[in-house]
């Protein structure tokens, strides 16, 4: 079944302990993204990748690092968590090189950070 | 900078009532356009999308959406909604200026009364 994970799901965590959350994409997609979503702002992309070893910021990547060694994988780390990053974030995954050719995305389940 | 607005926040319909979603962006060049549904609890899901052809758009579970070039809009329509419609819609748009980015709105919530 084609998918893309996130783990973990539901997290609590405390300011300026870092974390890591795993995306992972089972359709060898190129193109691969971050995104947070926060109520009346929806979505604002924080990195995207459009291949291996291939990342860029998006319009929201303060305090958001992120990594591509591995086509299926793409790691959102936070080195230093702020309650500013209390959200629902969303990995995505797409082929090509993103959205404009009109390919899908396709969504992970999403993770709900709470930085206390 | 491109952006996406969608006017209404929560809307509150009863089941068999007609749906209009207002979308608009801003950016003058070739774009393509999506709708994306989040039902409860949910991942977001593609509803329905526009790169090229015909304006009226067809997508699942009885929506349609209409490209209007001249008013940059790209209002979702569904003629007769359902308790399980019950959701929340985000309007998204990629140019060819920023193929590798999409631009998301901030989502109409939307209830149906049963």
């Known amino acids: 079944e084609a998918q893309v994970t996130q783990n973990p799901r539901y997290l609590i965590t405390v300011t300026g302990k870092k974390l890591t959350v795993t995306c992972s994409q089972n359709m060898n997609h190129e193109y691969m993204s971050w995104y947070r979503q926060d109520p009346g702002l929806g979505l604002r992309q924080i990195y995207y990748s459009m291949n ?26 936070l080195e230093s968590p702020s309650p500013n990053q209390t959200s629902l974030y969303f990995c995505a995954s797409s082929p090509g090189t993103g959205a404009f050719s009109g390919n899908t995305i396709y969504f992970g389940e999403g993770s709900w950070l709470t930085v206390v | 900078a491109q952006s996406v607005s969608q006017h209404n926040h929560h ?25 994306y549904v989040q039902y409860p609890g949910q991942h977001l899901q593609l509803l329905l999308k526009y790169f090229s052809g015909d304006p009226l758009v067809k997508g699942i579970k009885g929506f349609e959406a209409e490209f209007i070039k001249s008013k940059f809009s790209f209002n979702l329509r569904k003629p007769s909604v359902q308790w399980s419609d019950t959701a929340e819609y985000f309007c998204a748009v990629s140019s060819y200026s920023s193929a590798s980015k999409i631009i998301f709105g901030s989502g109409t919530r939307l209830s149906i009364r049963p």
Do not use: H, M, Q
């Open chain 2, 11 to 35: 809307v509150i319909l009863s089941e068999a009532a007609s749906l209009e979603l207002g979308c608009n962006y801003s950016y003058g060049g070739t774009v393509n356009l999506f709708w």
């Open chain 1, 52 to 77: 291996v070893e291939v990342t860029d910021k998006g319009d929201v990547p303060e305090g958001y690092k992120v990594s591509r060694k591995e086509k299926r994988n793409f790691p959102l780390i």
